[in-house]
């Protein structure tokens, strides 16, 4: 079945369909636009669906659609990774109203963590999207968009089993929400599963003005994860924990002419990845094993292990376009800094120490599309981008498709492109697993 804008189904196994519901997108070509006529595969999740399917993380909402691939590393609050069609997580770029989330030089970009509290829907683009994107939309992009201001307020509370229980407050200005399970559970032949237990929060505001010619929008949202991590039966872990946080911020204003849309948005994110263990009580911390520091010492001291994930950014853009054509063209840049670090260990010179290594990366593109319509529906699109991520390199990003209709029934959509993503700091730094002398990934993409 050929139809590239789809929305999640009540059914388990949704199909591409029309979306009567949601008559425009923003994420496939960068701007606001008919659902009809975004030539890349595009689905899109509602906060309806979301609700109707009892969905608690964005993880959970976007399950369901066709070509994502969903992996957990453990229950409700654990680590969760999502490719598109094949790819691996870190080749999917994740947006939050339009700019990337921080997180990913240290892999850490968990939608188990996002809340789908405050979201307004969530729009999944299948294949690569380099050419508007830039690096890491290899494998698509996930654009996790914001409800507007509300007009009520309400308040939500649940309980199950396993000890799980929800608290949700929607104001005009502000949402919150709270999920938290012991997943205290009984196991064959052994005692009660413990250091099991997970909780997610999250906060959300906006607050939207018009003021003179232009409409400015204030947004911000704080996502925090926690969750124990008890280990195999044979070597239970009571102490070990992980936590993430992720904060986002931004600043969008936009002003609309007749023919054209500019928007300029300057944003904050950061991400942050902790591990503890208490290493003086737990015998399967991950440096119980290490020798101590002095022969005197019957333990190593706790364990724990920071990494985060800072950036700034600013992205300019101009649409302008009528029902014949359109033209879509910006700047985007960003600079940030990562920290990697091994975790605290014992005494031995060959044992991790928590040194860390502080990485810095900036980036800086030009793109530009052109879309052309037809009165029968069919389109041809063209694009550029030339991008350059400092320290590791750049690349040009050309893509090329439309939309050929037949009859009212039949479609094809094409599209090709190439695409790249730069290697993190994670990949190029982290003691023992890394490698400093990788090059950015350059993969030509197609789909039809």
Not at 356 to 361: E, G, K, L, Q
């Amino acid at each position: 079945m050929i139809a590239p804008v789809a929305a999640i189904a009540a059914s388990p196994s949704p199909s591409p369909s029309p979306i009567p519901q949601i008559a425009h997108v923003v994420t496939s070509d960068r701007g606001q636009e008919s659902a009809a006529r975004a030539a890349r595969t595009t689905y899109v999740v509602t906060a309806q669906q979301m609700a109707r399917e009892g969905d608690r993380t964005v993880a959970d909402a976007i399950e369901r659609v066709p070509g994502v691939n969903l992996v957990r590393y453990g229950a409700f609050g654990s680590l969760t990774a999502v490719g598109i069609r094949g790819s691996s997580s870190q080749q999917v770029l994740v947006l939050m109203d339009g700019l990337p989330v921080a997180g990913v030089q240290i892999d850490d970009v968990n939608l188990e963590q996002y809340s789908v509290s405050g979201v307004n829907r969530i729009e999944v683009v299948e294949g690569g999207g380099s050419t508007l994107y830039g690096s890491g939309s290899v494998g698509g992009i996930i654009n996790i968009i914001t409800a507007t201001q509300s007009t009520h307020a309400g308040a939500f509370a649940s309980t199950g089993s396993f000890g799980e229980s929800s608290y949700a407050l929607t104001t005009p200005y502000l949402s919150w929400m709270r999920t938290y399970a012991t997943n205290d559970y009984s196991v064959v032949n052994a005692p009660n599963r413990q250091n099991a237990q997970a909780g997610l929060t999250s906060l959300d505001g906006r607050y939207a003005k018009a003021v003179g010619a232009f409409n400015l929008t204030i947004l911000g949202s704080i996502n925090t994860a926690q969750a124990g991590a008890p280990g195999q039966l044979g070597s239970f872990s009571p102490t070990s924990e992980g936590n993430n946080v992720a904060r986002n911020l931004q600043l969008d204003a936009e002003h609309s002419g007749s023919r054209s849309t500019t928007e300029l948005q300057l944003g904050v994110s950061s991400a942050t990845l902790t591990d503890t263990c208490n290493t003086p009580v737990d015998s399967n911390c991950p440096n119980s094993f290490f020798p101590t520091p002095s022969p005197s010492m019957t333990s190593n001291p706790p364990y724990a292990q920071v990494l985060y994930d800072q950036r700034l950014m600013a992205s300019l853009r101009n649409n302008v376009g009528n029902d014949r054509e359109r033209i879509v063209y910006g700047v985007d840049v960003a600079r940030g800094v990562a920290r990697v670090d091994p975790g605290t260990g014992g005494g031995s010179p060959t044992a991790t120490d928590n040194a860390p290594i502080f990485y810095d990366y900036a980036q800086a593109a030009a793109y530009g599309q052109a879309q052309w319509f037809w009165q029968s529906g069919s389109e041809i699109y063209a694009g550029l981008r030339a991008e350059r991520d400092s320290p590791v390199g750049g690349a040009y990003s050309p893509s090329l498709g439309g939309i050929v209709v037949f009859s009212k029934a039949l479609q094809l959509r094409l599209n090709a492109g190439t695409a790249f993503r730069a290697p993190t700091a994670e990949e190029l730094y982290y003691p023992g697993f890394s490698n400093p002398h990788l090059q950015p990934e350059r993969e030509r993409t197609g789909d039809a």
